[in-house]
């Protein structure tokens, strides 16, 4: 006999019941504290279940707003407190409750730290793993317990509106940091990692067919995935975009199949916000457990589906123990103290974030004039600095959309220098003025350019009528009586920018570039700090500057940071996470508005490889402001896809300073990357110190998938202990695979 059928016209939830989690009569509680004393993980969720009503379970599957109320709450401002989707206070369940990210939590007032790609310019998975917990507190203190920033997508063209939003172009640098931030997030919330799969196009993102092979999914977009399920992870949200014809929110194939039959992941997978899908009961089948973030194609569809056989009860159940399994998890583990209030943009997150920007700063070029390296600065050597640029003095942490902070202050250029240097003379020159820039470069002893991005070039994407498309209205319940759907645009206006998206040009605007050059002809000792998440072509001007430094968006504290940087407060340590070419003709195919695009294994540095073009900076290139030198590496441990190697680090300058040890894997195999990084570390040494450093690495990216199979790609291969991608200065050793 067959259950019966619920509607779902109106909310289930009584508003007279006050049960919650913290309540030690509820029967949620009582499972954590049972798990906590010892009960199996999965016979407690089973039990948890059997206490459900049909309704219940239903609504644990999609968010807890009705649709059109949520779209209200967005328009006032995304995400300003917890996104709540299934909770049932009958029963204590806490539900998913959602704060977005990555650069911090979205939610009130919160600690803007650098953007993803810079903090893995990093190279420093210790310290992301710090930011997160930092991220975990802050969000706990404000009710949340769900963290959808674990932003893991690579960035397969530099031009990716959302690039900031993660960490680099290589699989293993995206793995690692995105496991280190989970480890971090989950001392106080569930960590969610995004956007499953092949999401890196932003104008084009609800409409665009991502086409790949087995072996582009599994050797190069997948990988990191992978790495952060074994970690550990809680969610994984699916992306916008379809994967081989089908979208990836109902994409059988990538939920049931890879992510949970061949990773064996346990966690919850969830949708991308309002459009991750397009039939309700084919997500459900698919593996996709939760409709975020409101209630809408399920609470109108799943009824009828379940009527009509079109999904089981038993599918329910699967998608309703898996999201219930995650929060008791979550719960009975090991959890920090519940943090107060205060810890929101507190005085340790401002200093982390301070740290975090300082380190990611990459210097590209520091030539000498007069005989010595522009940089660093010192007081007793400037006594006056001509600050450049219209974003010398403007706030600019990043892209407006979805990941955006609310930082109750940010640091600008021109505040870090007031608050550290206050005895420079200080001149200024802001507005897009080639000639007033070099009237005001000529006064001073060094001159710094503040030039790049802003969320107007690139970032977060619902442009012009995309919430009108009638595919997408199609999704929407029913309007309601005397709505104008123009309304809608206030939502996306919220949720994403009309402005921004993928960006149109990897080259400066073409004002900067002039004032650069005029900035340069006035003054030799020029400095340009150079705003963006991707790679920046520097051609046309490179070479008539000095001194380049990379600054990225960098948080609530980027101008004191800028400012510890340039004046060797701190060393300039960051390295790229990824390569920059001479020209955009070395990239791979981009349409930003595609409707279908495939995608192969060539691109960035592996990519300028292959085709034997010359980087303008490789991957992981960076300069400090003293010398290294890495020898002896040698193989010390191997154990199936994982090496350990050691190597001597040493400091061959007269400055502290802090490296960053790169092992890569060299092979010469058909149709296979010729160099791929395998791990990284960086160090801290004083001038002439010497350390033997011990560097995990793993040699998946060694493999070739072949028939739902790995195999090495060759017999032989050498690893590199280099300062970046292809260091002819690298030590060296071999090591059989075969």
Not at 177 to 195: D, S
Not at 210 to 223: K, R, S
Not at 250 to 266: H, V
Not at 358 to 376: F, I
């Amino acid at each position: 006999m067959s259950s019966p059928i619920i509607t779902r016209k109106t909310s289930i939830m009584p508003t007279s019941q006050t049960d919650s989690f913290h309540e030690t009569t509820s029967s949620f509680y009582e499972a954590v504290n049972i798990i906590r004393q010892g009960a199996d993980l999965d016979a407690a969720t089973e039990q948890l279940l059997g206490q459900l009503t049909q309704d219940e379970k239903l609504w644990l599957l999609d968010g807890d707003s009705d649709f059109w109320v949520g779209i209200a709450e967005m328009s006032a401002g995304y995400n300003l407190k917890p996104i709540v989707m299934g909770e049932i206070k009958r029963l204590g369940i806490p539900g998913l409750r959602f704060s977005d990210g990555p650069r911090g939590v979205v939610m009130g007032a919160s600690t803007a730290f650098p953007v993803s790609m810079a903090r893995g310019a990093t190279w420093d998975v210790e310290m992301e793993e710090r930011i997160g917990v930092a991220i975990g507190r802050e969000l706990r203190a404000q009710g949340g317990n769900f963290f959808g920033g674990v932003c893991i997508n690579l960035p397969r063209h530099p031009a990716w509106g959302r690039a900031q939003e993660t960490y680099g172009e290589d699989p293993i640098l995206l793995g690692e940091f995105g496991a280190a931030l989970v480890r971090g997030v989950q001392r106080n919330a569930m960590a969610v990692a995004k956007h499953y799969a092949l999401n890196s196009m932003e104008n084009a993102r609800f409409k665009v067919d991502v086409l790949a092979d087995e072996q582009t999914l599994h050797e190069a977009f997948l990988p990191h995935f992978r790495r952060v399920v074994e970690e550990g992870v809680d969610g994984i949200m699916t992306s916008y975009n379809s994967v081989n014809g089908e979208w990836a929110g109902q994409n059988e194939t990538l939920l049931e199949g890879t992510l949970r039959s061949e990773w064996g992941f346990e966690g919850v997978t969830i949708t991308d916000f309002v459009s991750g899908f397009r039939d309700a009961g084919l997500s459900l089948r698919a593996g996709l457990d939760v409709e975020a973030p409101m209630r809408q194609q399920r609470a109108q569809q799943l009824p009828e589906d379940l009527e009509s056989g079109r999904v089981s009860w038993e599918h329910v159940d699967r998608a309703a123990k898996r999201v219930l399994r995650t929060q008791l998890r979550h719960y009975a583990s090991a959890r920090e103290e519940e943090p107060a209030k205060e810890v929101i943009f507190c005085s340790e997150h401002r200093k982390l974030a301070r740290e975090a920007a300082a380190t990611s700063m990459v210097l590209l070029k520091n030539d000498a004039v007069d005989g010595t390296p522009v940089l660093p600065l010192g007081p007793e050597k400037t006594n006056s600095v001509a600050l450049i640029g219209r974003l010398a003095n403007l706030p600019n942490t990043g892209d407006h959309g979805s990941s955006s902070v609310r930082s109750p202050e940010v640091v600008t250029a021109l505040e870090g220098l007031r608050n550290n240097v206050p005895e420079a003379q200080l001149f200024t020159s802001f507005e897009d003025d080639p000639k007033a820039a070099a009237a005001t470069a000529k006064k001073a002893e060094v001159a710094i350019v503040v030039v790049g991005y802003t969320a107007e070039d690139e970032g977060e994407y619902i442009g012009g009528d995309s919430m009108l498309d009638p595919d997408i209205l199609a999704l929407f319940p029913p309007f309601p009586e005397g709505m104008d759907p123009s309304n809608l645009m206030g939502a996306a206006g919220a949720m994403g920018s009309t402005v921004g998206g993928d960006r149109a040009s990897l080259r400066l605007r073409p004002v900067d570039e002039e004032i650069i050059r005029a900035t340069a002809a006035a003054n030799p000792k020029t400095v340009v700090v150079v705003v963006t998440a991707g790679a920046v072509i520097t051609e046309s001007w490179r070479d008539t500057v000095p001194a380049m430094l990379v600054g990225w968006y960098s948080g609530s504290e980027g101008g004191n940071a800028l400012t510890d940087v340039l004046y060797g407060k701190a060393d300039a340590s960051g390295r790229l996470p990824y390569s920059i070419p001479t020209t955009e003709e070395h990239l791979p195919y981009f349409d930003r508005d595609a409707t279908s695009i495939t995608y192969d294994r060539w691109f960035g540095q592996r990519l300028l490889d292959r085709d034997g073009h010359n980087p303008a900076f490789p991957l992981g290139y960076g300069l400090s402001y003293t010398t290294f030198d890495i020898s002896d590496l040698t193989v010390t441990q191997i154990a199936a896809d994982r090496v350990t190697v050691t190597t001597q680090v040493t400091n061959t300058g007269e400055r502290a300073g802090r490296h960053v040890v790169q092992l890569y894997g060299s092979i010469e195999a058909e149709d296979f990357p010729r160099r791929v990084l395998l791990g990284f570390k960086p160090v801290n040494l004083a001038p002439g110190e010497t350390k033997t450093m011990e560097v995990a690495g793993s040699l998946r990216p060694l493999q070739r998938r072949t028939n739902g199979r790995f195999e090495w790609a060759a017999a032989d291969v050498v690893l590199e202990a280099g300062a970046y991608s292809g260091d002819p200065k690298a030590s060296e050793t071999s090591l059989r695979l075969l």
